[in-house]
């Protein structure tokens, strides 16, 4: 089962060579099915997340959830979409109509090209960049962008308010969260991602890395918006935030793509710090799956268990609290690595 | 590792027809309201009342001043990734100068602190 993906990808492109393509062009045709297959995991997934955040949310709230469509209602997320599908698309007139319309656009392909570095198993990844860590980084804070354009170009009070406080939280916290990743990339030397892996044979780095592992999930939430961190979108006060103005598919585009963003953070995280595609007895694309989820669970257990934080609290934490945590971890490990060769272990 | 890179160019270009069909799919079937015969529908949302004044007003200047700490912190990390990479080849003279030079920023941290840029009022 293992290289079962692999074995297939290889089938294919040779099957496209063997039809007489030049084989860069099969290379091309090969990335056009991996990105059938990416946006094919990113909608499944969203179908199931959505729903399970719902069956989670109730859990907790001793609550039933969805329980009408289907067994368990499964199938509530179908309608919901199929809902937010025939729902009319309104652009308020006093709108700048250019930067409304391609705010959510630019959300959801920021969110998707996320999945171009994240291995999926051995040997598995749409590009197998050399710099594959920085630009999930600088890629992932792209989002910021698209929340300030869904803000300014909707012309409406809440919206503003909601996009200047997610930049100013996003921006904050993106600090940390490029930090607390220091410490891995000092350990291991690169920036691939499967090289970053495959350094976790012996030890994961959650134990090697406990900090970092702590301040980048909280770092990594308040990235995301995720509640004990959704000041920005605070429906209670700012009626959604940034997304106040959108309907229909426009809005579930923003839905969509925040969900894509946690799968590909969870992913990253599995990847960076659980030791990624590694483990026993299961194949490797089973194993990140099994971890993603491992940790999608335990930001939903977060985002049930915390009530909102108070803006000033939640600037003044990433500031003074995780900024110099993270700065410490860095010296740490770099005091660490050194005393590891002086005692001769490593 | 060249050919990475045009590789990621086109899976950007597919990413963009993602949402362009998302929109068009629900073009398909959404019924389509027209501003000029329903205005009431296009107004800016503010809970029922109409909106008064600009939106596009200046801002609170506070959020400004994180961003201008979040701009030397962004550089900061520019600096930090290579030598990280890096890191067990230098030896450990390059730790040293990275210690001083955390060491300097920290001390601008300090700074802003104390000014109180990192206030919330």
């Not at chain 1, 291991?188 to 592992?213: E, H, R, Y």
């Amino acid at each position: 089962m293992e290289p079962l993906f692999i074995n297939l990808a290889e089938a294919f492109t040779g099957w496209m060579i063997s039809l007489g393509l030049d084989p860069g062009w099969a290379e091309a045709v090969l990335l056009v099915v991996k990105w059938i297959i990416v946006v094919t995991i990113i909608t499944v997934n969203i179908i199931i997340l959505i729903w399970l955040e719902r069956k989670v949310s109730a859990f907790f709230q001793e609550r039933l959830g969805p329980n009408r469509l289907g067994p368990f209602g499964i199938f509530q997320t179908i309608a919901d979409a199929i809902k937010l599908l025939t729902k009319e698309d309104i652009v308020p007139s006093a709108a700048d109509k250019l930067i409304f319309k391609t705010a959510p656009m630019f959300f959801i392909v920021v969110a998707v090209m996320l999945y171009t570095v994240i291995p999926m198993g051995k040997g598995m990844q749409v590009i197998n960049l050399n710099v594959g860590l920085l630009f999930f980084i600088s890629v992932g804070s792209l989002s910021t962008i698209a929340l300030l354009m869904a803000g300014w170009g909707s012309n409406n009070k809440w919206s503003l308010m909601g996009a200047v406080r997610s930049v100013a939280q996003m921006v904050s916290y993106a600090i940390p969260l490029a930090f607390s990743l220091l410490g891995v990339v000092m350990i291991t030397g690169s920036l691939n991602l499967q090289d970053i892996v495959l350094a976790q044979d012996k030890w994961w780095f959650v134990i090697l890395q406990p900090i970092a592992f702590i301040t980048y999930f909280i770092a990594a939430t308040a990235e995301l918006n995720r509640g004990p961190f959704d000041m920005p979108e605070a429906e209670q006060e700012l009626t959604g935030g940034a997304y106040t103005e959108y309907t229909g598919m426009r809005w579930a585009l923003f839905f969509l793509a925040e969900y894509t963003n946690l799968v590909a953070v969870s992913a990253l995280m599995a990847t960076v710090f659980l030791g990624g595609w590694q483990g026993p007895w299961l194949p490797s694309w089973l194993w990140i799956i099994i971890k993603t989820y491992a940790i999608i669970l335990v930001f939903f257990w977060v985002k049930w268990t915390f009530p909102r934080i108070r803006m000033d609290h939640l600037m003044s934490f990433s500031w003074k609290v995780l900024v110099p945590v993270s700065l410490g971890n860095i010296l740490l490990t770099g005091a660490g690595i050194y005393f590891c060769r002086w005692m001769g272990w490593c | 590792m060249l050919a990475d890179y045009p590789a990621l160019g086109l899976f950007i270009l597919l990413t963009i027809a993602f949402p362009v069909a998302a929109m068009a799919l629900a073009w398909l079937f959404r019924p389509k309201p027209k501003a000029a015969e329903d205005h009431e529908k296009f107004l800016t949302y503010e809970c029922g009342v109409d909106t008064r004044g600009k939106t596009w007003i200046r801002f609170k200047v506070n959020y400004f001043l994180y961003a201008l700490v979040f701009l030397a912190f962004d550089v900061e990390v520019l600096f930090l990734y290579p030598w990280a990479v890096k890191f067990q080849v230098l030896g450990a003279f390059a730790f040293i100068e990275m210690i001083i030079f955390i060491g300097i920023l920290l001390i601008g941290l300090w700074y802003a602190w104390k000014e109180g840029a990192l206030e919330w009022y």
